[in-house]
């Protein structure tokens, strides 16, 4: 350690030194000093991943530099550690993505270093796609008299000559290859000249990455712009104004499901494209159909799509094209908000509502939210496209934060689809424990018979939800999750849809040893098998995960069903969005309340969201189209408003209720989870966390409710017992501020695990 007060000549060796700031990816949010040696110093600057020596064994692990400079005089120099290699040839990120990462960990409770790993695909962190290669090259600067080389370079035999004079007149360095089929000659004269340090070798990491994009576009024809209507035009030009001024605003853009939004979103990214600049579209991850990218091809001429399914060599391939500002159009899901362009222009987040922006591991980020951040840190617009913006953008509109921009009208004045809500209590049909009641039944006849396709979405997948015991009046359950197993017919087996933990379906009841246990409820596959029985002579395709588990599945039942070959399609959330067919003359929605009573303070938004989703795939063509609502909840609100395509009404209502509750977006919630293998335990940790936190929100006037803590909804997953409690407040810093008090200062128990999530999308 530094004596207390350093001496003159102390604090100029601490002054001399020259440090860099790292951080790692730990849950720990905390920044580590390192020492630059003086090889590095010219290069290491924030941004760049480095190789550090960490903890006891010192071991070496990647890190990133979030700053350097030289250490101040406070800054005890004894027993620091020097960074040991950089890891890139170019910074990571720029100082916008390190202000916004750094945001992201304090906004979501999470460390700065876990927010930057999350962002470096790993294709960019083990430079897939690329390899190193030995290259040659001549040394220039030698440390021997300029005469000595000369007399060395006139006595070289003609082949040695040969190789010297081709990396001279090449100006570059030359692999072995290059060099012996210029110079005409085998290896030997390279080594030779190598032994007389008039040549050297080294490494250069060279990329082969496949060119996916030339193959993408093969195929695709170039469109021009659409002639806006009314509608779209108004909207534009709102969005110009905001896009020539450089401003960081939002804009949420309310528009009914086929009212164009799409090609609004184009004519936008058009005008920043033509200054330069880039623009990220965000969408769901599965609306990113063909038919959705091609869209996009057809009109620009670099577009990038970021999937899931992208291998490592393409992901690192996008990465580098996309920081060298080289595409116009990032399309891709969640983490493309993260897409380092270096001159963004605009972002667009198409379907806002949906829950699969948030990610559900940390760091348990927003993209919106995040997106916002961004748009304001390198001011430019954000817009927010839906025709079911979720309550927490609407809020905004309403409180005039953001910009409301409406597109109420169906491109071509088409109708909205006439909605009917079916009850299907008195139908002996449903009584009978089949799927499709009576109604929708005659609905479906009419509209195949007349040459139209049928959508039905259903959110169940398996064969039927639950095994059901006559005796006892359970069903069977998964021995880890405590979750009704599903039974899949094709395999006959029992399968838990949170842990994927099948076995035959058991003879007699687990519980009361009775005989004869009875599949209740209808998935996808039973409603495959219903559909098939009932109208034998038409083509059906299901759609859900067990069907779609292959690379390309997707498309190929999309574009049968574009061509006609399907008449029937069905399937789970997969099916309700975005998709655009004509031909869809009705759409069945078989069973409205399966998101209507789950036990979720968002149940009703949801219900609401994805009825309206549904329907607006139906009407898109001049035979119009209709809708059929099953339910035994014929007077709710959320089915009645979806069916009336009244957003503004349902808003009103649901905001009205958040208010009264004081729920969000009137507040905001974090959950802490816990989880452990012995419940008593956990149920005690959770306690004395919630006692921990409610005594320091008291003590520093922090207003902050700690509600619970109770058993998680799903108490058993995984072999694990979880408990939960919310923190409730009307600001968001509050919380934040709270749970930094008290990190530091929490129990340890080795066998329980805790997270915290902020602004959770599941409650
Ligand atoms: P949304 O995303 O709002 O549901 P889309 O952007 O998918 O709507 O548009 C629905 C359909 O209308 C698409 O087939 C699109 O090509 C077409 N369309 C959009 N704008 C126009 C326009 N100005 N003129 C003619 N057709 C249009
Ligand atoms: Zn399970």
Not at 403 to 416: D, F, H
Not at 465 to 493: F, M, Q, Y
Not at 499 to 518: N, T, V, W
């Amino acid at each position: 350690e530094l004596p207390e007060n350093p001496m003159p000549w102390e604090r100029e060796s601490a002054q001399g030194l020259y440090l860099a700031q790292i951080v790692l990816n730990r849950p720990v949010d905390r920044v580590f000093h390192y020492l630059v040696p003086e090889s590095m110093r010219s290069v290491l600057r924030a941004g760049y991943r480095v190789r550090v020596p960490f903890g006891r064994g010192n071991q070496f692990v990647a890190a990133y530099c979030v700053g350097v400079g030289p250490a101040d005089e406070n800054q005890p120099s004894i027993r620091l550690k020097a960074v040991e290699a950089i890891l890139d040839n170019r910074p990571l990120f720029n100082a916008k993505m390190l202000k916004l990462t750094r945001w992201i960990a304090d906004r979501y409770l999470c460390s700065w270093g876990q927010v930057l790993e999350c962002v470096v695909p790993a294709g960019v962190k083990n430079q897939a796609g690329t390899r190193l290669v030995t290259v040659f090259e001549l040394i220039t600067a030698v440390p021997r008299a300029e005469n000595e080389v000369a007399e060395v370079i006139s006595k070289l035999p003609a082949k040695q000559r040969a190789v010297f004079d081709v990396l001279k007149s090449a100006n570059k360095p030359l692999t072995l290859d290059e060099l012996t089929q210029a110079a005409n000659c085998g290896s030997g004269p390279v080594q030779s000249l190598k032994k007389k340090s008039l040549i050297r070798s080294l490494q250069k990491r060279v990329s082969q990455f496949s060119n996916g994009d030339e193959a993408a576009y093969a195929g695709i024809k170039k469109e021009d712009d659409l002639q806006l209507n009314i509608d779209q035009r108004r909207a534009l030009d709102q969005l110009l104004s905001a896009i020539r001024g450089k401003e960081g605003s939002t804009f949420v853009l309310h528009g009914v499901t086929g009212s164009g939004k799409t090609e609004v979103y184009i004519q936008a990214i058009r005008e920043v494209v033509s200054y330069g600049q880039q623009a990220i579209v965000l969408v769901p991850e599965i609306s990113l159909t063909p038919q959705a990218i091609q869209r996009f091809r057809s009109r620009f001429d670099s577009v990038a799509v970021l999937h899931s399914h992208l291998s490592d060599s393409d992901r690192h391939y996008h990465w580098q094209n996309i920081a060298a500002g080289k595409v116009q159009v990032i399309v891709g899901a969640r983490s493309a908000v993260f897409a380092p362009a270096p001159h963004l222009g605009l972002i667009i987040i198409d379907e806002e509502h949906e829950t699969s922006f948030k990610q559900e591991t940390a760091p348990r980020y927003h993209a919106r939210e995040v997106a916002r951040k961004r748009s304001e840190l390198e001011g430019v617009p954000l817009i927010l496209g839906s025709a079911t913006p979720t309550l927490n953008s609407w809020l905004r509109v309403i409180e005039k934060k953001d910009t409301l921009i409406s597109m109420p009208n169906r491109v071509n004045n088409l109708a909205m689809p006439g909605v009917n809500i079916i009850d299907v209590r008195n139908d002996a049909r449903i009584r009978r424990n089949e799927s499709i009641g009576r109604v929708l039944h005659t609905g479906m006849q009419h509209a195949l018979e007349a040459g139209g396709q049928v959508i039905l979405f259903l959110n169940l997948r398996g064969y039927s939800p639950a095994l059901w015991c006559k005796g006892c009046g359970n069903s069977v359950t998964c021995p880890h999750c405590e979750i009704s197993l599903t039974w899949h017919r094709d395999k006959n087996l029992a399968v838990c849809h949170s842990c994927e933990f099948s076995s035959q379906p058991p003879k007699q009841c687990p519980r009361c040893g009775a005989p004869g246990l009875r599949f209740v409820g209808a998935g996808t596959q039973r409603l495959e098998e219903e559909v098939r029985a009932k109208f034998p002579g038409y083509s059906c395709k299901r759609m859900d995960s067990d069907t779609m588990r292959g690379v390309g599945s997707h498309a190929k039942v999309l574009n049968a069903f574009a061509a006609g070959d399907v008449d029937i399609l069905l399937g789970t959330q997969m099916i309700a969005k975005g998709l655009d067919f004509p031909n869809v003359t009705l759409v069945g929605v078989v069973d409205a309340d399966t998101m209507l009573h789950q036990p979720d303070l968002f149940a009703s938004e949801r219900t609401f969201q994805l009825i309206a989703q549904v329907a607006g795939r139906t009407g898109r063509g001049m035979q119009g189209g209709r809708v059929f609502v099953q339910t035994a909840s014929p007077a709710e609100p959320a089915i009645v408003k979806a069916a009336e395509h009244d957003f503004l009404g349902f808003s009103q209502l649901e905001l009205g209720h958040r208010k009264e509750m004081n729920a969000p977006p009137y507040s905001h919630f974090a959950r802490v989870i816990l989880r452990g293998p012995q419940e008593e335990r956990v149920q005690d940790f959770a306690r004395q966390l919630a006692q921990i936190l409610s005594d320091a929100a008291s003590e520093k006037q922090l207003d902050v409710q700690i509600l619970g803590p109770a058993p998680a909804p799903i108490i058993r997953l995984k072999k694990y017992f979880r408990y939960h409690f919310q923190l409730a407040a009307a600001n968001v810093e509050a919380i934040l501020q709270l749970w930094n008090e008290i990190t530091d200062k929490l129990p340890r128990e080795k066998a329980i695990e805790y997270i915290i999530d902020v602004d959770p999308v599941n409650m």
